[in-house]
Every structure is written in C-alpha cells, then in structure tokens.
C-alpha cells in the first residue's frame, strides 16, 4: 500500500490521519465494517466514523464494538444509542464482540468487502482489544473479507518490555497470546506477528493490510506524541494511570 511520505513533518500521525491524507480512497465504493471505540480519532480529535460519513461513496454497514462499546461505559453518545443498537452517525447497526459473541455475525460479514479496525491499545497485555481483533481475524478469513488496520502508538513507548509471559493453563481473554505483560508493541506489529505466526484458530490467516504511523519513535511515551488523549478504558484516565495498571492489574488475576 502505497502512504505519502510525512517524514519531513515534525509531528506523529496515527493510521487514521495517514488514511485522512489518503482521503479515504482505498474505501471508495466500498460496503465496509468498522470495528472502533471513542479512541479513533486523528490529531484534531475528530472521530473516525465522523470523518467516514463526509465521504458518500463508502457505505458503512456495520459497526463493531469490543469491550466497554462503541464510546465508552461513561460518555453520554452511549445513551444516543437506543435499543435498536443503531448509530446515529452512520445509520449503521452496532454489534458487540464481547457480549452475546466474540465473533461477528456470519450473515454481515458475508455482506462485507473489508472491515476497517481503528483501536488505540494500552501496551498491556491485559487489554481484551487484541483478543477481539484475533477473532475477527478468524471470521474475516472464512468469509474472505480484506482487513485494514490503522496503526496507534504503544502509549508506554516500544523500548521497555517487562513481565513474564503467561503460562499456557492460565490463559484467558485477558491473557490470550503468549505477551510479557509490557510488549512494547504498536497494536499493527502485534496484529502482524498474530496474522502471521499461525496464532489465529486453526493457523487461519486473513487478507490484512496495515496503513502506518509517521514519524512516532519507539522512545516516545503517548504524552510526547502531542495526540489527543481518549481513555482507552474507563478506569485509564491517563498515562500516569495506565503506567500504574499495566503492574497493578496483575492481581486481578490476569
């Protein structure tokens, strides 16, 4: 996939922004997926689904939810969303991965040409986003549908790797892949590494396609990247507090 060249510029740009350079053309008529929470927004804080609906040839058909839904357990866009689950800015319907199953639904996915994935990780390996990434992996492979991943940096930096890997019969959603618990990896190196190595059910592999950061560093703290901060859960109200989680959750368990 061809990306402009933004190294000149002095500042991070996350997939979404570099997708915005793009204007959005590797959607163009299109029936897609979108599989996102409140932190997919570019450097100017707008929303990726509110950027999507200014392009009317990309039709959104569905709208996928991981853990704590669409924009958070705690922001008032949520109470918009009524019983029939319907967004108010796409039109689109709104579909859980992790309440009813952790698989999207047969009969939308078979409608679908690509699913677009927009999710801001924390860095640990706690987090349930990468579990559920996976498993759309696996439902995109058995209908063919294309995968684009933008890329987010790894708010702890990608330097630092700390804590053990999870024993095999401890494994859980909330330790799914064999990850020290501080990876220091973006969320498209984990993807990649999980496409690729056969850690998907049945080495089932998708068509995936990344669209890259510019500019982002590996020594670069989320703070320093000068990006909008949106709480990746609803107990991480900042870097400081995610940095206290990613030692601290471990004895919930995890």
Same mark, same amino acid.
């Given at each position: 996939?061809k990306?402009p060249d933004?190294s000149?510029?002095?500042q991070?740009y996350?997939?979404l922004?570099?997708?915005?350079?793009?204007?959005?053309?590797?959607?163009?008529? +299109?029936?897609?997926?979108?599989?996102? #929470?409140?932190?997919?927004?570019n450097?100017? =804080?707008?929303?990726?689904?509110?950027l *999507? $609906?200014?392009?009317?040839?990309?039709e959104?058909?569905?709208?996928?939810?991981?853990?704590?839904?669409?924009?958070g357990?705690d922001? +008032?866009?949520?109470k918009?969303?009524? #019983?029939?689950?319907?967004?108010?800015v796409? =039109?689109a319907?709104?579909?859980s991965? *992790? $309440?009813?199953?952790?698989?999207?639904p047969?009969?939308?996915?078979s409608?679908l040409?690509?699913?677009l994935?927009d999710?801001?990780?924390t860095?640990?390996?706690?987090?349930?986003?990468i579990p559920?990434?996976t498993?759309f992996l696996?439902?995109a492979?058995?209908?063919?549908?294309?995968?684009?991943?933008?890329?987010r940096?790894?708010p702890?930096?990608?330097l630092k790797?700390?804590g053990?890997l999870?024993r095999?019969?401890?494994?859980s959603?909330e330790?799914?892949?064999?990850?020290?618990?501080?990876h220091g990896?973006?969320?498209?190196?984990?993807?990649?590494?999980v496409?690729?190595?056969g850690?998907?059910k049945?080495l089932?592999?998708?068509?995936?396609m990344?669209v890259?950061?510019a500019n982002?560093?590996?020594?670069?703290?989320?703070?320093?990247?000068?990006?909008?901060?949106?709480?990746?859960?609803?107990y991480?109200n900042?870097?400081?507090?995610?940095l206290?989680?990613?030692?601290?959750?471990?004895?919930r368990g995890?």
């Open positions: 996939m990306v933004l000149f510029v002095n991070v996350t997939g922004d570099i997708l915005e350079q793009m204007d959005f053309r590797i959607l163009e008529n +299109k029936t897609i997926g979108v599989l996102c #929470n409140q932190t997919a927004v450097r100017n =804080g707008r929303h990726l689904l509110e *999507i $609906e200014t392009h009317s040839n990309i959104v058909a569905a709208i996928f939810e991981p853990e704590f839904g669409l924009w357990i922001d +008032k866009r949520t918009l969303i009524g #019983n029939d689950r319907i967004d108010p796409t =039109g319907k709104i579909y991965l *992790i $309440e009813r199953s952790v698989y999207p047969d009969w939308i996915m409608e040409d690509i699913v994935i999710i801001q990780d860095g640990v390996r706690y987090s349930t986003y559920s990434i498993k696996e439902s492979s058995d209908h063919e549908v294309s995968v684009i991943l933008l890329d940096p790894n702890l930096g990608g790797i700390e053990p999870p095999t019969e401890y494994q959603y330790a799914y892949h064999l990850l020290p618990i501080r990896l973006t969320i498209a190196e984990i993807i990649i590494m496409n690729e190595m850690w998907v049945d089932k592999r998708a068509n995936l990344i890259p950061m982002w560093t590996r020594d670069q703290y989320f703070d320093d990247t000068k990006l909008p901060w949106k709480k990746p859960a609803p991480i900042d870097l400081h507090t995610l206290m989680f990613s030692g601290l959750d471990l004895f995890t």
